[in-house]
């Protein structure tokens, strides 16, 4: 043992050859406890700038427990002929695939200092110093193979080494805090911001806050570390206006890091929540600063409004010279009205770790990261920084600022390739994504050459029986000589793995190449759309992906969805993302917009129809963003109009609403989504018709897509079912059941329209002359007479209970006129009567000029059951509209409704 550690000495402190001198070089080992065996490996190669020959020994430390993971590489792997190494193998030898950085075997060190203008608890890390860990992934061509002495073990291959999760530590003087260690701000009152500063060139400023300040200073009511209202975070005030002498600073604020050190290859992990809410809060991003540079590059932004709730997210950037990490928090412009509303943008829990916390991010420029070559393919994904031969491949990364080094992987497909040859790349697995919780996977690729191939990204769910493989993304064909972004939603039920398949085209000349691997929290429509394995999913950035707009709306003025860009709409609402850095901040331009005419009529529709979807026993989930608005409510009420989504199944296309909403949802976008679980194949329909929209608002969607799994309504109100209905295009599912002794029809509930309505009633809805039923009843004898309507069947949808809501308005002699609402027998034609459960008579309500008034109570679900309406009169009745259900309880109103036991 002694004489093992007199080695170890020995090998920490190595001196090289090289024209300038002696060099020496310094290896810090930390090592888990567990056996291993101590390879020795000597690297030889040619000095840059002369035929010197260098030597450079390292230490490589090997799981000895490992050694039954033994793969065998396929005889024809070879050194990549243009700068590149297959799966980073330098020779023949098997010792190339050890992992070129594992977290455990190193530690990087940054040095603190403490100002003395700051109080003892805060602490100021400045520099970074990098791991001294040397790559044996990546080895140029012009490199002699190594050598390595015998070993009785074979590490295991990078695509199934587990990463330790470790912590990189900041060396700090006493009392300031771990880089790694979360940053989650203390808690009230002791609240504390890390070392994180305000810069001076800013209009406004983060502060710290907590749930208990929110109210009276601004920010969330919880943290997001504890999710306490004790808990703290950092957060700014968008509501602030900037003072005339701040003209010339930067509108926002801007949080800035302690001064940080190059990162190395494998770059550094940054992790946080953030959150936005409120008229006045318009975007969040993260910049690296480097002292290289006098500008700033965004690494990171939020895409959209969170609507109040915490999101964890985390991004992975490299950086070779000494920088800074910096929080831009944007409010709207000052000439935006909604500046003087309260709004607040905040973060919290901010770590920075090693780059291997990242899971599955990876920009190559270290090797493979957590990815690894896949088992029963025909040959590997290789490394490298630029193609040699300049009729196929890329010339470099996919960086937008080329000063700085990089790399990619890819596939090479010269001899002795053939074509329709595949190469696998396999992620790392991944936790099932949850309820709600798919991500956005994005990455860069590049696809030119005569013939090139096909990529694909595959899913492979890790389910109980066996794993399954799902195409998610596939484009064949040259792409041209650019790196383009592609993006898909990831989800899955089970443990998966992200798979990228590369096949060699018909030429050699057929290589393809990805870049800069990441993932997002949230759906996202397949990108580029033609990549897309079935129609669905569309951002209207090119066209319509597919879906079409109906040529028949019967009854209706026929208008259209259009493809607007977003420049025609109002600055105040153009409230949309701005494009993800991996896509330059080119998209985003365009949406669907309904059309209207000059003279609009109220209830012109127009319907977009998806292609047919084949049905399925596992549910699916429909996203999308949509804007709805109208500009000011005049006393009428609302008017702008409804949109709705409904389900064409089977041969008959019967028509199932599945999603809808009314009127004004505010000035900004904001995002829906709907589960849908439907065995017979089925088209989507996304239905918009105006009211009398005299606001001249906008009825807008946007970012269609779809993915595997359920999900929750989104927003709750949106839910409809059958029974749900507004009378503007008829009377839904509910059916008149009137009879006389003899079966003839008497006295029924009518449709309200123009010169057909009761007391000059406007509609509750749109505030129209239409749209709503109603009785009136006029007998000369005073005999009264009874009108029923039957509801569709109901039932609970898993749900004991159902809060029915509608609105009513009475006209008519006092208590004679009634409305009685029961719970009935669905097997009865006529409604067989089983339960009272709301009442209410015309007394007391001003029969010439009746108002709407609203109405609720629960009702049993937990069997199939209809909903009778049945009116009672001699001379007047009641009109009723908005009918809508909720899951739940809910008390009765108004409160003498209540039935009398």
Same mark, same amino acid.
């Given at each position: 043992?002694?004489?093992?550690?007199?080695?170890?000495?020995?090998?920490?402190?190595?001196?090289?050859?090289?024209?300038?001198?002696?060099?020496?070089?310094?290896?810090?080992?930390?090592?888990?406890?567990?056996?291993?065996?101590?390879?020795?490996?000597?690297?030889?190669?040619?000095?840059?700038?002369?035929?010197?020959?260098?030597?450079?020994?390292?230490?490589? +430390?090997?799981?000895?427990?490992?050694?039954?993971?033994?793969?065998?590489?396929?005889?024809?792997?070879?050194?990549?002929?243009?700068?590149?190494?297959?799966?980073?193998?330098?020779?023949?030898?098997?010792?190339?695939?050890?992992?070129?950085?594992?977290?455990?075997?190193?530690?990087?060190?940054?040095?603190?200092?403490?100002?003395?203008?700051?109080?003892?608890?805060?602490?100021?890390?400045?520099?970074?110093?990098?791991?001294?860990?040397?790559?044996?992934?990546?080895?140029?061509?012009?490199?002699?193979?190594?050598?390595?002495?015998?070993?009785?073990?074979?590490?295991?291959?990078?695509?199934?080494?587990?990463?330790?999760?470790?912590?990189?530590?900041?060396?700090?003087?006493?009392?300031?805090?771990?880089?790694?260690?979360?940053?989650?701000?203390?808690?009230?009152?002791?609240?504390?911001?890390?070392?994180?500063?305000?810069?001076?060139?800013?209009?406004?400023?983060?502060?710290?806050?907590?749930?208990?300040?929110?109210?009276?200073?601004?920010?969330?009511?919880?943290? @997001?570390?504890?999710?306490?209202?004790?808990?703290?975070? +950092?957060?700014?005030?968008?509501?602030?206006?900037?003072?005339?002498?701040?003209?010339?600073?930067?509108?926002?604020?801007?949080?800035?890091?302690?001064?940080?050190?190059?990162? %190395?290859?494998?770059?550094?992990?940054?992790?946080?929540?953030?959150?936005?809410?409120?008229?006045?809060?318009?975007?969040?991003?993260?910049?690296?600063?480097?002292?290289?540079?006098?500008?700033?590059?965004?690494?990171?932004?939020?895409?959209?409004?969170?609507?109040?709730?915490?999101?964890?997210?985390?991004?992975?950037?490299?950086?070779?010279?000494?920088?800074?990490?910096?929080?831009?928090?944007?409010?709207?412009?000052?000439?935006?009205?909604?500046?003087?509303?309260?709004?607040?943008?905040?973060?919290?829990?901010?770590?920075?770790?090693?780059?291997?916390?990242?899971?599955?991010?990876?920009?190559?420029?270290?090797?493979?990261?957590?990815?690894?070559?896949?088992?029963?393919?025909?040959?590997?994904?290789?490394?490298?920084?630029?193609?040699?031969?300049?009729?196929?491949?890329?010339?470099?990364?996919?960086?937008?600022?080329?000063?700085?080094?990089?790399?990619?992987?890819?596939?090479?497909?010269?001899?002795?390739?053939?074509?329709?040859?595949?190469?696998?790349? !396999?992620?790392?697995?991944?936790?099932?994504?949850?309820?709600?919780?798919?991500?956005?996977?994005?990455?860069?690729?590049?696809?030119?050459?005569?013939?090139?191939?096909?990529?694909?990204?595959?899913?492979?769910?890790?389910?109980?029986?066996?794993?399954?493989?799902?195409?998610?993304?596939?484009?064949?064909?040259?792409?041209?000589?650019?790196?383009?972004?592609?993006?898909?939603?990831?989800?899955?039920?089970?443990?998966?793995?992200?798979?990228?398949?590369?096949?060699?085209?018909?030429?050699?000349?057929?290589? +393809?190449?990805?870049?800069?691997?990441?993932?997002?929290?949230?759906?996202?429509?397949?990108?580029?759309?033609?990549?897309?394995?079935?129609?669905?999913?569309?951002?209207?950035?090119?066209?319509?992906?597919?879906?079409?707009?109906?040529?028949?709306?019967?009854?209706?003025?026929?208008?259209?969805?259009?493809?607007?860009?977003?420049?025609?709409?109002?600055?105040?609402?153009?409230?949309?993302?701005?494009?993800?850095?991996?896509?330059?901040?080119?998209?985003?331009?365009?949406?669907?917009?309904?059309?209207?005419?000059?003279?609009?009529?109220?209830? !012109?529709?127009?319907?977009?129809?998806?292609?047919?979807?084949?049905?399925?026993?596992?549910?699916?989930?429909?996203?999308?963003?949509?804007?709805?608005?109208?500009?000011?409510?005049?006393?009428?009420?609302?008017?702008?109009?409804?949109?709705?989504?409904?389900?064409?199944?089977?041969?008959?296309?019967?028509?199932?609403?599945?999603?809808?909403?009314?009127?004004?949802?505010?000035?900004?976008?904001?995002?829906?989504?709907?589960?849908?679980?439907?065995?017979?194949?089925?088209?989507?329909?996304?239905?918009?018709?105006?009211?009398?929209?005299?606001?001249? %608002?906008?009825?807008?969607?946007?970012?269609?897509?779809?993915?595997?799994?359920?999900?929750?309504?989104?927003?709750?109100?949106?839910?409809?079912?059958?029974?749900?209905?507004?009378?503007?295009? %008829?009377?839904?599912?509910?059916?008149?059941?009137?009879?006389?002794?003899?079966?003839?029809?008497?006295?029924?509930?009518?449709?309200?329209?123009?010169?057909?309505?009761?007391?000059?009633?406007?509609?509750?809805?749109?505030?129209? !002359?239409?749209?709503?039923?109603?009785?009136?009843?006029?007998?000369?004898?005073?005999?009264?007479?009874?009108?029923?309507?039957?509801?569709?069947?109901?039932?609970?949808?898993?749900?004991?209970?159902?809060?029915?809501? @509608?609105?009513?308005?009475?006209?008519?002699?006092?208590?004679?006129?009634?409305?009685?609402?029961?719970?009935?027998?669905?097997?009865?034609?006529?409604?067989?009567?089983?339960?009272?459960?709301?009442?209410?008579?015309?007394? %007391?309500?001003? !029969?010439?000029?009746?108002?709407?008034?609203?109405?609720?109570?629960?009702?049993?679900?937990?069997?199939?059951?209809?909903?009778?309406?049945?009116?009672?009169?001699?001379?007047?009745?009641?009109?009723?509209?908005?009918?809508?259900?909720f899951p739940g309880t809910c008390k009765t109103r108004p409160a003498q409704a209540e039935p009398v036991e």
């Amino acid at each position: 043992m002694g004489g093992i550690l007199v080695l170890l000495g020995a090998l920490l402190w190595t001196r090289g050859a090289s024209p300038a001198g002696a060099q020496l070089s310094r290896i810090a080992v930390q090592a888990p406890l567990v056996k291993y065996n101590f390879i020795l490996e000597r690297q030889e190669g040619i000095a840059p700038s002369s035929g010197t020959e260098a030597t450079l020994t390292t230490l490589q +430390i090997v799981d000895y427990e490992e050694e039954d993971d033994e793969r065998e590489e396929p005889d024809d792997r070879r050194n990549d002929d243009r700068g590149g190494t297959t799966d980073g193998n330098p020779g023949e030898e098997d010792t190339a695939q050890l992992p070129h950085t594992e977290p455990a075997t190193t530690t990087s060190t940054l040095s603190t200092t403490t100002p003395s203008t700051t109080t003892p608890s805060t602490t100021t890390p400045s520099t970074t110093t990098p791991s001294t860990t040397t790559p044996s992934t990546t080895t140029p061509s012009t490199t002699t193979p190594s050598t390595t002495t015998p070993s009785t073990t074979t590490p295991k291959p990078r695509s199934t080494t587990q990463i330790p999760k470790i912590t990189t530590v900041i060396p700090r003087d006493s009392g300031s805090e771990e880089v790694g260690t979360p940053c989650t701000f203390g808690t009230y009152p002791n609240m504390n911001t890390c070392g994180w500063t305000n810069s001076e060139d800013a209009a406004l400023v983060w502060q710290t806050g907590s749930g208990q300040t929110s109210n009276w200073l601004g920010g969330p009511t919880n943290d @997001f570390s504890s999710d306490d209202s004790s808990g703290g975070y +950092i957060f700014v005030e968008t509501s602030e206006v900037t003072l005339p002498g701040e003209r010339n600073l930067h509108p926002g604020a801007i949080l800035q890091s302690v001064p940080l050190r190059g990162t %190395g290859p494998e770059g550094s992990c940054v992790t946080f929540a953030y959150v936005m809410d409120g008229l006045s809060s318009a975007e969040l991003r993260a910049l690296l600063k480097s002292e290289a540079s006098s500008g700033h590059t965004v690494v990171w932004q939020a895409e959209y409004h969170t609507q109040g709730v915490w999101v964890a997210t985390q991004f992975l950037y490299t950086c070779e010279v000494p920088h800074k990490i910096m929080f831009e928090g944007i409010p709207v412009d000052v000439s935006d009205p909604s500046r003087l509303y309260r709004g607040f943008i905040a973060v919290d829990n901010i770590q920075q770790s090693p780059g291997s916390y990242c899971r599955g991010f990876c920009t190559f420029s270290a090797g493979f990261c957590d990815w690894g070559n896949g088992q029963g393919d025909d040959f590997d994904w290789a490394l490298s920084r630029g193609s040699r031969n300049p009729m196929t491949g890329p010339a470099s990364d996919s960086s937008l600022h080329k000063s700085g080094g990089g790399g990619y992987a890819f596939i090479d497909s010269s001899f002795p390739r053939r074509p329709g040859d595949i190469a696998l790349l !396999s992620s790392p697995v991944f936790s099932p994504t949850g309820l709600n919780a798919p991500r956005c996977m994005r990455f860069w690729f590049h696809m030119f050459g005569p013939v090139v191939g096909t990529l694909r990204v595959l899913l492979m769910a890790h389910n109980l029986n066996a794993p399954s493989l799902r195409e998610a993304w596939s484009l064949s064909g040259s792409a041209g000589n650019a790196w383009f972004m592609a993006q898909l939603t990831i989800s899955s039920v089970y443990d998966f793995q992200v798979v990228l398949e590369a096949s060699v085209g018909n030429m050699g000349m057929s290589d +393809i190449a990805v870049d800069d691997v990441t993932f997002a929290q949230g759906p996202c429509p397949v990108a580029p759309q033609v990549a897309a394995p079935t129609a669905g999913d569309c951002t209207f950035e090119v066209d319509e992906c597919g879906w079409v707009n109906s040529q028949v709306v019967k009854g209706l003025d026929k208008i259209h969805w259009q493809r607007t860009p977003i420049r025609t709409q109002n600055t105040r609402f153009q409230r949309r993302p701005s494009g993800s850095i991996q896509t330059g901040g080119n998209q985003n331009e365009y949406y669907l917009n309904l059309g209207k005419k000059l003279l609009q009529p109220t209830g !012109s529709a127009a319907r977009l129809i998806s292609l047919e979807f084949p049905g399925s026993e596992e549910p699916q989930c429909l996203c999308f963003w949509y804007f709805m608005h109208e500009p000011f409510i005049d006393l009428g009420g609302p008017s702008l109009g409804v949109l709705r989504i409904l389900l064409l199944v089977g041969k008959g296309h019967t028509s199932v609403p599945i999603w809808q909403l009314t009127n004004n949802q505010g000035p900004t976008w904001n995002y829906g989504q709907v589960p849908i679980k439907e065995n017979s194949s089925y088209k989507v329909v996304f239905e918009g018709m105006w009211g009398p929209n005299r606001a001249n %608002g906008a009825i807008s969607i946007d970012d269609i897509s779809f993915h595997e799994g359920h999900c929750n309504m989104r927003p709750h109100h949106a839910t409809v079912r059958p029974e749900d209905c507004s009378f503007e295009r %008829g009377i839904c599912g509910w059916r008149n059941a009137t009879l006389s002794d003899s079966g003839e029809q008497l006295m029924s509930w009518q449709v309200a329209f123009d010169m057909h309505r009761p007391a000059e009633l406007p509609d509750k809805t749109f505030g129209t !002359s239409e749209g709503y039923i109603f009785f009136d009843i006029f007998t000369t004898n005073q005999q009264q007479r009874e009108v029923r309507m039957l509801s569709p069947v109901m039932d609970g949808e898993g749900y004991d209970d159902l809060c029915f809501t @509608f609105w009513y308005a009475a006209f008519g002699a006092g208590d004679t006129t009634r409305l009685h609402v029961f719970k009935a027998d669905p097997g009865s034609s006529a409604g067989q009567m089983v339960t009272l459960l709301w009442k209410m008579t015309a007394d %007391g309500y001003d !029969s010439s000029h009746p108002t709407w008034t609203p109405a609720q109570f629960t009702v049993d679900a937990r069997s199939p059951f209809v909903i009778m309406l049945k009116g009672r009169a001699s001379n007047g009745g009641f009109a009723v509209d908005d009918i809508k259900t909720f899951p739940g309880t809910c008390k009765t109103r108004p409160a003498q409704a209540e039935p009398v036991e």
